[in-house]
């Protein structure tokens, strides 16, 4: 008896559905990703929700536009820098500052936020400059007052270093070099911006 050339086709598992912060997380995630292949211009709801595997309206339902994600998205996403170096001495803390900045800022959730602050228009950027601000330069500013602090009680630095003209230096020059030159700092730069500009300012 001649059996058949065709076989059944194995059933195919379905894949379980994705709820709440399960859910979330992809989106979120997609979104990030979306930005770093796509950019700010390129970006959209249906896109984000494709890439999620889900759909257009579980987007919509958490986000109501596309600023509303992303913002959200760089937020959760941005690395914490919120522990302070303890290497010792003021300059060997600030330079370990320096390259920590850097990995939050050429993250993929940094990479998006640079992308989104390049490529939107001036209304829309406004939306993000409290992300960088609360994401990376207030925490910036608060490791750095705090390496400066420990270096006036161990005698390195002068009374009245932790002003706050000083304590930007260094956040200011990174975001000038990420924002208006659209380069990386390497760690012989960062070594000559703590070399020639911050260990004068707080010498003793």
């Given at each position: 008896m001649a059996t058949s050339r065709w076989t059944a086709a194995p059933a195919r598992a379905a894949s379980p559905r994705r709820r709440g912060p399960v859910l979330e997380q992809a989106i979120l995630e997609a979104a990030l990703e979306q930005l770093s292949t796509v950019g700010w211009s390129g970006l959209t709801m249906e896109g984000v929700a494709t890439a999620a595997q889900t759909g257009k309206a579980a987007?919509?339902?958490?986000?109501?536009?596309?600023?509303?994600?992303?913002?959200?998205?760089?937020r959760v996403g941005l690395p914490r820098l919120d522990e302070v170096p303890g290497l010792g001495s003021v300059r060997e803390d600030l330079l370990e500052l320096c390259k920590r900045i850097r990995d939050a800022m050429y993250s993929r959730p940094g990479f998006a936020l640079r992308a989104v602050l390049h490529e939107c228009d001036t209304v829309t950027a406004e939306r993000f400059h409290d992300v960088i601000s609360e994401g990376v330069v207030n925490p910036s500013v608060r490791l750095i007052k705090e390496v400066i602090r420990r270096g006036i009680e161990r005698g390195e630095v002068r009374s009245g270093g932790t002003d706050d003209y000083v304590c930007d230096v260094i956040p200011a020059m990174?975001?000038?070099?990420?924002?208006?030159?659209?380069?990386?700092?390497?760690?012989?730069?960062?070594?000559?911006?703590i070399d020639q500009v911050m260990v004068p300012l707080l010498r003793r």
């Open positions: 987007v919509y339902r958490r986000w109501p536009s596309k600023e509303d994600l992303v913002v959200h998205a760089l990174l975001m000038y070099r990420s924002k208006v030159c659209g380069s990386e700092w390497t760690d012989e730069e960062f070594e000559g911006l």
